[in-house]
């Protein structure tokens, strides 16, 4: 079986001011994140973990779905 590699972007941008850049000082789930940009708050390190994490998901369902049509099934 060979490996497949593929490219997954996951962005989160800010609210207040589109920029996609985000910094946080530990990546503890109750960290608070913020833009780099503007200073706004994004959320806490978990939130955002689970919203990239979920963003992932879907699209690794949508490639596969695409790639394999009707044979793929998610449970």
């Not at 996951?10 to 000082?25: D, M, N, P, Q, R």
């Not at 949508?62 to 044979?71: E, M, T, W, Y």
């Given at each position: 079986m060979s490996n497949t590699n593929v490219d997954i972007p996951?962005?989160?941008?800010?609210?207040?001011?589109?920029?996609?850049?985000?910094?946080?000082?530990t990546m503890q789930d109750d960290s608070p994140v913020t833009c780099s940009n503007c200073g706004a708050r994004i959320g806490c390190w978990g939130d955002v973990k689970k919203a990239a994490l979920q963003s992932v998901a879907k699209q690794i369902k949508?490639?596969?779905?695409?790639?394999?049509?009707?044979?793929f099934r998610p449970q």
């Open positions: 996951v962005e989160i941008h800010c609210a207040k001011c589109g920029e996609k850049s985000l910094s946080t000082e949508k490639k596969l779905k695409d790639d394999f049509g009707d044979a």
